[in-house]
């Protein structure tokens, strides 16, 4: 079965105690955790006392942690460019975010690299990741690759290589299937290309294609993500975790209900949830 989960970002003017409340009331079965600088965990001041606090605000209400979002927070390109051992360092941080709140996962955006090069902006994340996904081995944890537009990992094809060239098992997929649509890549086709790989999911809604796209809530009239052929696309392949509504803070309030009412149909139509 796949859970729907809920990126907090999309709330993060909101406290988290009220955050849970609203998704736990809705429906939801998780929420996928921020922490970074300005997110609701702060990235400079974890202690066990706010992750337990946290632990117990998400179990209260029925939820689970999906996976740690490192929030507003630099691509791992920036932090490896700046300060090998402060990027591996870090990772290591959310990573024990992620043991401490029952998380399957770490998430992680590239950044950009061509201020000195594709090639150069290449070897440095294979060189950073390695430490990294080998920490997450032990831990039994995924780091999960985001693909986006304006970064070095934006196709498929370039999640896949960065994979092989890594090797660790702990190195999966994030299929923000919505990122991979508006750059012009088949829905069904690099659903079913990169299932064996993928431990979470990303929806957004959009309007038109990149660069020219605008981001919606997912479900909303203008919409224009096939959500139901992404549904069956992860039901071939046999995905059983998380996908999580990715929505943003501008966006009316009734965006996690709009989102979950969508899916949740979907979903339970292909009996898929």
């Not at 090639?119 to 294979?126: G, I, N, P, R, Y």
């Not at 294609?209 to 696309?233: H, N, Q, R, V, W």
Request: proline share 3%.
């Amino acid at each position: 079965m796949i859970g729907i989960s809920y990126h907090a970002g999309g709330m993060k003017d909101l406290p988290l105690q009220e955050v849970i409340t609203i998704l736990s009331d809705i429906g939801y079965d998780a929420i996928e955790m921020m922490c970074g600088p300005e997110a609701h965990i702060p990235s400079g001041a974890v202690t066990d006392k706010l992750l337990k606090s946290v632990k117990g605000m998400v179990t209260d209400h029925g939820l689970k942690v999906s996976v740690i979002n490192p929030f507003t927070g630099k691509g791992l390109y920036q932090l490896a460019l700046e300060d090998m051992q402060s990027a591996v360092d870090h990772y290591a941080l959310l990573q024990d975010v992620a043991v401490a709140l029952g998380a399957q996962g770490v998430n992680f955006l590239t950044g950009y690299g061509g201020d000195k090069g594709d090639a150069f902006a290449w070897k440095l994340l294979v060189d950073v990741l390695k430490p990294i996904c080998q920490r997450a081995e032990k831990l039994g944890l995924t780091m999960n690759i985001h693909n986006h537009e304006a970064t070095t990992i934006d196709t498929s094809s370039k999640v896949l290589l960065l994979i092989e060239h890594v090797g660790s098992d702990s190195l999966r997929v994030l299929n923000d299937i919505t990122n991979f649509y508006h750059m012009g890549e088949d829905i069904a086709e690099v659903t079913e290309r990169l299932g064996h790989l993928t431990t979470h999911c990303h929806v957004k809604g959009v309007s038109g294609m990149y660069p020219y796209s605008t981001f919606l809530i997912p479900g909303e009239d203008d919409d224009e993500l096939d959500f139901k052929t992404f549904a069956e696309s992860l039901g071939r392949v046999g995905y059983d975790k998380y996908i999580s509504v990715e929505t943003f803070p501008h966006m009316r309030m009734e965006k996690a209900q709009i989102a979950h009412d969508m899916m949740s149909q979907v979903l339970n139509a292909l009996e898929l949830r």
